[in-house]
């Protein structure tokens, strides 16, 4: 039975990911693959929130709900920027974003009490508040709602960056 922490997790992943869209709305090509000097641009930055090409971030949650405490590795400073996504239209990109985390509010909108509590080893979380051994619902608070809100802080930084480059 599904349970009203994952739906609140559900509406959390939705409302993030249509803040995303709303942000992407006016940001044209030329603005979405610039990117400030060591930065990424926001083309990056959305590629990064989508995931690994081809599989995104669902393969982990699924994980959790397949194995007993499976280990995953995490590349966080991995933009997933491909070739094929370099030649995406931001509006494509928007799309894709917009599936995966549709697809992940709608698995985590179903999801029991006792899914929510299943565990996963994340060495890469060793260090921080989320410990390394978190459960599916940290998880997916994590990645759905905290992570999408610092790339929003993120994609909002480099677009005033971009256009205080414009003004000088």
Known sequence: MPSPEA????????FTAEEIKR??????????????????????????LCGPEGVGYMPLIRAFLEQ????????????????KRSHMTVTDLVSEFE????NM?????GLSVEQLSR?????????????EYPTLATWIKA????HVVSHIDHLREIMEALDAAKSS
């Open 119 to 131: 565990k996963a080893h994340i060495p890469f979380l060793k260090e921080t508040p989320l410990g």
């Open 7 to 14: 739906a609140q997790l559900a509406e959390a992943i939705r």
């Open 105 to 109: 509010a709608d698995l985590v909108s």
């Open 68 to 83: 007993d405490t499976p280990r995953l590795d995490l590349d966080a400073g991995n933009p997933f920027f491909s070739e």
């Open 23 to 48: 942000l992407y709305e006016g940001i044209d090509e030329k603005t979405a693959s610039a990117a400030p000097a060591g930065r990424w641009s926001p083309k990056q930055i959305l590629s990064h």
């Open 143 to 146: 990645l759905g709602e905290r």
């Open 99 to 102: 599936n995966e985390y549709s």
